[in-house]
């Protein structure tokens, strides 16, 4: 039984892993045939947005996979590194290749004009994905209980996949041509952001009541609107917050998270 318990989290870091896996292939084929449609895939679900919610899937699995560790207590060594190569396929190249296929399947014209920009910005992402995922498994992760450092892979990888559901929902290239230069940029202000040395304060229950009913009504909401596919537009709403919020709060800590830090690595 000891050893059972430890399958539950890996179960769902697999099942994120071959989501993510899943997805690129869905991407591959939008890219060959956008124009494919069926009962479930028609204009305003094509094959690209399909692929788009299958790894807000593998976020909601991942988080899953964490809140079954804990509860479990079924941590280990093992799954934290199988997570880490789950998140790199799922957060690091999925969500960098859903903005490159969207952006080639849907605005080729513009692709073509500025293909330097878009797979410069895919390959700058995914890099900094990696970079984070490594850097995080090299350090201390009870150094901070309960902050990030830098943005979280899972986070920067929502932040995108939720992006490019809503471009597709409201067409927003085509009405507003200048907005294709958006996604590409938000790889790049997202990757920068991995890889940085500011704080995030992690979602972990409070001392405030309100608080912590707000946490889970949101978070029971988002997993509600995942799982349907429905309403990419609040889970972005939350993830803005969360990040405007989360990392004001860790700037205003910030010397506080390094005495704390420095005074954890210190002998007796």
Same mark, same amino acid.
């Given at each position: ?5 430890y ?6 870091t ?22 494919? =449609?069926s ?5 305003h679900r ?26 479990l ?10 997570? =880490? ?18 952006? &080639? ?7 073509s004009? !500025?293909?330097?920009?878009?797979i ?9 994905? *990696?970079?984070?995922? *490594?850097?995080?498994n ?15 892979s ?36 997202s ?20 608080? !912590?009913?707000?946490?889970?009504? !949101? ?10 596919t429905?309403?990419p ?8 917050? &969360? ?11 910030? !010397? ?5 830090a ?5 002998p007796?």
């Amino acid at each position: 039984m000891n050893k059972a318990k430890y399958l539950v989290p890996n179960f769902f870091t697999g099942l994120s892993f071959a989501m993510g896996l899943c997805a690129i292939i869905i991407m591959v084929h939008g890219i060959i045939n956008p124009s494919y =449609s069926s009962f479930f895939i028609t204009a305003h679900r094509s094959l690209i947005i399909i692929a788009g919610w299958l790894l807000v899937w593998c976020v909601l699995f991942d988080k899953l996979d964490g809140f079954a560790a804990k509860a479990l207590n079924a941590s280990s060594e093992f799954g934290a590194q199988f997570d =880490s190569m789950a998140d790199l396929v799922s957060f690091g190249i999925a969500p960098s290749m859903l903005v490159f296929s969207f952006v &080639y399947s849907t605005q080729g014209t513009w692709y073509s004009s !500025n293909k330097a920009l878009v797979i410069g910005s895919v390959l700058f992402f995914s890099l900094c994905a *990696a970079i984070r995922l *490594a850097r995080f498994n090299a350090i201390d992760v009870e150094e901070l209980a309960v902050w990030f450092r830098g943005l979280p892979s899972t986070i920067a990888g929502a932040l995108i996949i939720c992006s490019v559901l809503i471009y597709a929902k409201y067409d927003l290239i085509t009405q507003y041509p200048a907005a294709a230069y958006f996604l590409p940029g938000l790889l790049v202000f997202s990757g920068i952001l991995m890889v940085s040395t500011l704080y995030l304060s992690k979602l972990v229950p409070r001392k405030s009541k309100a608080i !912590n009913v707000f946490q889970i009504i !949101n978070i029971a909401g988002a997993f509600i609107c995942g799982f349907a596919t429905l309403f990419p537009e609040y889970l972005m709403g939350m993830i803005v917050l &969360y990040l405007s919020v989360g990392f004001i709060y860790g700037f205003m800590k910030r !010397n506080l998270i390094t005495a704390d830090a420095h005074s954890a690595k210190q002998p007796g």
